[in-house]
Every structure is written in structure tokens, then in C-alpha cells.
């Protein structure tokens, strides 16, 4: 079982930055792979990056490839989501995901693929 709360979210003009964070209870966080979703209202859940436990792979949808960057610090039990140039698309709210892998560079992009699930951080971007 593990517990997740994301934090950062916040109001920010396009082409700013956030980084959100996501903290994970539990012993065995280094063990779970990680993902970030985001849903806008009246629109179904997006990916939006996805990591393995050991760190190593990483992926991204085109949407957000090269603004955004998915990282973690097993030591703290935390992934993070760095968002750079940010546009107004990209207001929703932002989700962080974990379920247990069973090799050290798998990664999902399918959320129902994760079994744990954080409450979510809004993150609005003003044009």
C-alpha cells in the first residue's frame, strides 16, 4: 500500500514554469513505477510522462516532449514533474499514479495500469 499527495500546483502565465511534486508513503516506493495524468475539465485523463523505478526510462507524450521532464529521489520517496513553457492547454488538473513493476525500466502510459492514485494539484496557465 502506498500513499500519494502531489503538491507545486499553482496559477502561472504561458511560457512559465512549475514543478510539481509527489509524495509517496510506504518502504517500497523504489519499487513502483511512476506516472503523471492530468485531466481539464470535460476531457478525458491524458498522460503526460511516465518513469521506471530505477529512474532509467523514461516517456513522454509528443503534447508535452521536451517542456516537460519526469524525475524521482527514491531516497525521499518522491517523483517530480518540471514543467517548463507552459501554455494555457496545459491547465487541468495533475495527477500523480504508482503501481508495483516487476523490472527495474518497465514504465506504463496506461492508467489503468496503476493501482495508486494521488488527490491531484490544479495547475492553471494564464494567456
Known amino acids: 500500500q502506498v500513499q500519494l ?3 507545486g500546483g499553482g496559477l502561472v502565465q504561458a511560457g512559465g514554469s512549475l514543478r510539481l511534486s509527489c509524495a509517496a508513503s510506504g518502504r517500497t516506493f523504489s519499487t513502483y513505477a511512476m506516472g503523471w495524468f492530468r485531466q481539464a475539465p ?5 498522460f503526460v510522462a511516465a518513469i521506471s ?3 532509467g526510462n523514461t516517456y513522454y507524450p509528443d503534447s508535452v516532449k521536451g517542456r516537460f521532464t519526469i524525475s524521482r529521489d527514491n531516497a525521499r ?3 517530480y514533474l518540471q514543467m517548463n513553457s507552459l501554455k494555457p492547454e496545459d491547465t487541468a488538473v495533475y495527477y500523480c499514479a504508482a ?10 502510459t496506461d492508467g489503468y ?9 490544479q495547475v492553471t496557465v494564464s494567456s
Do not use: L, M
Request: proline letters at 0%; glycine letters at 12%; a neutral charge.
Open 5 to 7: 499527495v502531489e503538491s
Open 42 to 46: 470535460g476531457k478525458e485523463r491524458e
Open 53 to 55: 523505478f530505477s529512474g
Open 77 to 79: 520517496n518522491t517523483v
Open 99 to 108: 503501481v508495483v513493476a516487476s523490472y527495474s525500466n518497465t514504465y506504463y
Open 113 to 121: 495500469k496503476y493501482n495508486y492514485w494521488g488527490q491531484g494539484t
